[in-house]
Protein backbone atom coordinates (compact mmCIF):
# COMPACT_ATOMS: atom_id res chain seq x y z
CA UNK A 1 0.00 0.00 0.00
CA UNK A 2 1.85 3.02 -1.48
CA UNK A 3 1.52 6.62 0.35
CA UNK A 4 0.53 9.55 -1.80
CA UNK A 5 0.01 12.99 -1.75
CA UNK A 6 -3.07 14.82 -2.84
CA UNK A 7 -1.45 15.51 -6.22
CA UNK A 8 -0.39 12.10 -6.70
CA UNK A 9 -3.69 10.44 -5.49
CA UNK A 10 -5.83 13.29 -7.78
CA UNK A 11 -3.35 11.87 -11.00
CA UNK A 12 -3.11 7.97 -10.19
CA UNK A 13 -7.31 7.73 -8.74
CA UNK A 14 -8.76 8.92 -13.05
CA UNK A 15 -7.77 5.18 -13.96
CA UNK A 16 -8.94 2.01 -13.04
CA UNK A 17 -9.89 0.67 -9.77
CA UNK A 18 -8.62 2.56 -6.66
CA UNK A 19 -9.00 2.15 -2.75
CA UNK A 20 -7.27 4.81 -0.71
CA UNK A 21 -7.35 4.85 2.93
CA UNK A 22 -7.36 8.31 4.58
CA UNK A 23 -5.45 8.50 7.98
CA UNK A 24 -3.84 9.97 10.51
CA UNK A 25 -0.59 8.81 12.45
CA UNK A 26 -1.35 9.41 15.69
CA UNK A 27 -5.18 7.17 15.09
CA UNK A 28 -4.46 3.12 15.98
CA UNK A 29 -7.47 2.20 14.43
CA UNK A 30 -6.06 3.79 10.89
CA UNK A 31 -3.16 1.54 11.44
CA UNK A 32 -4.63 -1.96 12.01
CA UNK A 33 -7.13 -1.05 9.06
CA UNK A 34 -3.90 -0.28 7.15
CA UNK A 35 -2.24 -3.59 8.09
CA UNK A 36 -5.42 -5.18 7.02
CA UNK A 37 -5.39 -3.61 4.14
CA UNK A 38 -2.10 -4.82 3.27
CA UNK A 39 -3.05 -8.05 4.03
CA UNK A 40 -5.29 -8.00 1.36
CA UNK A 41 -3.73 -6.09 -1.49
CA UNK A 42 -2.41 -8.68 -3.03
CA UNK A 43 -5.11 -10.48 -3.46
CA UNK A 44 -6.43 -7.91 -5.70
CA UNK A 45 -3.85 -7.16 -8.40
CA UNK A 46 -6.44 -5.24 -11.10
CA UNK A 47 -6.72 -2.58 -7.87
CA UNK A 48 -4.31 0.44 -6.82
CA UNK A 49 -4.27 1.02 -3.11
CA UNK A 50 -3.40 4.13 -1.53
CA UNK A 51 -3.13 5.50 2.15
CA UNK A 52 -3.31 9.59 2.10
CA UNK A 53 -2.46 11.40 5.79
CA UNK A 54 -4.79 13.65 6.21
CA UNK A 55 -2.83 15.80 8.24
CA UNK A 56 -0.28 16.52 5.49
CA UNK A 57 -2.74 16.74 3.09
CA UNK A 58 -5.73 18.65 4.81
CA UNK A 59 -7.40 19.24 0.87
CA UNK A 60 -8.12 15.53 0.76
CA UNK A 61 -11.42 15.89 3.57
CA UNK A 62 -12.33 18.88 2.05
CA UNK A 63 -12.16 17.48 -1.60
CA UNK A 64 -13.36 13.56 -0.77
CA UNK A 65 -15.70 15.23 2.08
CA UNK A 66 -14.23 13.02 4.34
CA UNK A 67 -15.23 13.84 8.58
CA UNK A 68 -13.57 10.96 10.44
CA UNK A 69 -10.44 8.23 10.02
CA UNK A 70 -10.02 6.15 9.66
CA UNK A 71 -12.21 6.22 5.87
CA UNK A 72 -11.93 3.81 3.01
CA UNK A 73 -13.17 5.40 -0.50
CA UNK A 74 -13.18 2.93 -3.63
CA UNK A 75 -13.03 4.49 -7.08
CA UNK A 76 -13.35 3.32 -10.86
CA UNK A 77 -12.15 5.95 -13.23
CA UNK A 78 -12.32 8.61 -10.87
CA UNK A 79 -15.60 7.95 -9.96
CA UNK A 80 -16.47 7.17 -6.10
CA UNK A 81 -17.93 3.77 -5.87
CA UNK A 82 -18.33 3.32 -1.89
CA UNK A 83 -16.67 3.88 1.55
CA UNK A 84 -16.58 3.24 4.66
CA UNK A 85 -15.65 4.99 7.67
CA UNK A 86 -14.71 4.39 11.49
CA UNK A 87 -16.72 1.08 12.13
CA UNK A 88 -16.78 -1.29 9.44
CA UNK A 89 -14.92 -4.59 9.16
CA UNK A 90 -12.21 -6.00 6.34
CA UNK A 91 -15.24 -8.70 5.02
CA UNK A 92 -17.20 -5.40 4.50
CA UNK A 93 -14.54 -4.22 1.69
CA UNK A 94 -13.61 -7.58 0.04
CA UNK A 95 -17.37 -8.36 -0.22
CA UNK A 96 -17.44 -5.14 -1.93
CA UNK A 97 -14.31 -5.54 -4.21
CA UNK A 98 -15.18 -9.00 -5.42
CA UNK A 99 -18.53 -7.65 -6.08
CA UNK A 100 -17.37 -4.82 -8.39
CA UNK A 101 -14.91 -7.50 -9.83
CA UNK A 102 -17.86 -9.63 -10.76
CA UNK A 103 -20.07 -6.96 -13.02
CA UNK A 104 -16.70 -5.53 -14.78
CA UNK A 105 -15.99 -9.20 -15.92
Known amino acids: MKEVSF ?6 MNEG ?12 VCTAVQKKLQGIEE ?7 YSINMLENPEVSGEFTVFTVPTV ?4 NGKELNRWA ?5 GQITDYLDRV ?3 LL
Open 73 to 76: IVFH
Open 7 to 12: LELKNE
Open 43 to 49: DYPEWKF
Open 17 to 28: LVLIEVFTPTCG
Open 101 to 103: MEM
Open 86 to 90: RNFGM
